[in-house]
């Protein structure tokens, strides 16, 4: 069940507004609200692996449904007190407290904020791959790769890392193909091309035009020269783009990496702005559903004993 709250919203404070309600703002709201600690999250309702029919190397979870997790969690989360809106999060700022504010108008008080906004996949722009990403044209082994195994794998090279992403998906299939795409041939190193070839990738050089799809399924990669390569699974390697605007207008110290900027953190998820948590993608583009977890709950367990000793601290000083 979720709590929904209208615009006259602004008046209520809360002791933590968690901001994204996947895995890891859910996770920190169970942990919150067990604590006994008044507790909203503002969910936008866009999860990264909304894609995707299933999710791997959870424990116990082991081929759940996304939605079904993420519905699982919305109940338990209730069964504490814990608030739950659909909205979306457009600023934050401080005068004592976080003033939340709300697109649809309102806005909320928190003591403490946890920003679990994750991040987006920019996909190669190659007609056909957004249609089926989550289905046959995929991103991560470690999440798709028992269920796609030995089949004929093709990678689209996005950038000379892509050869690592080849190389990773060749413990799953020997039939792999790396098309480099806009690669050039030159962009790869001697240790690239002796390990392709140590692993049995083939190479193949061409920009792709399109994918081949009869009765909805992958059948093949086209090359912009005609060719046609059959294949049935994709791996692509998409551009992640951080939803990390909220820390960044916070003043938190951002740290640069190829795959982004996320906030400098804690082992806690504790940005550098007091009173600010971050976890799951967040704070790094390889957070996996079970990492976002737990990442979630050790922010709320910090957050419980930040909010405690701040509490306790002004009783003695008062």
Known sequence: MNRTHSNDSSAETYDVVVVGGGAAGLSAALVLGRARRRTLVVDAGEPRNAPS?????????????PAEFLALGREEIARYGVGLVRDRVTDVTRDGDFAVVLESGGTVRARRL??????????????????????DVLHCPFCHGWEVRDEPFGVLASSAMSVHQALMVSQWSKNVTLFLHRVAEEELSDQDLRRLAAAGV????GEVAELVVEDDRLAGVRLADGTTHARSVLFVGPRPVPQTGLVERLGAEMNETPFGAYPVVDPTGLTTVPGVWAAGNAIGFAEQVVHAASGGYRAAAAIVGDLLMSELDATITG
């Open 53 to 65: 029919s299933h999710m791997q190397g959870y424990l116990s979870r082991d081929g759940m449904a």
């Open 114 to 135: 946890v920003v679990a906004t994750g991040l987006r996949d920019e996909l190669p722009e190659v007609p056909g791959v957004a249609d089926r990403f989550g289905r």
């Open 202 to 205: 083939d190479v193949v050089p």
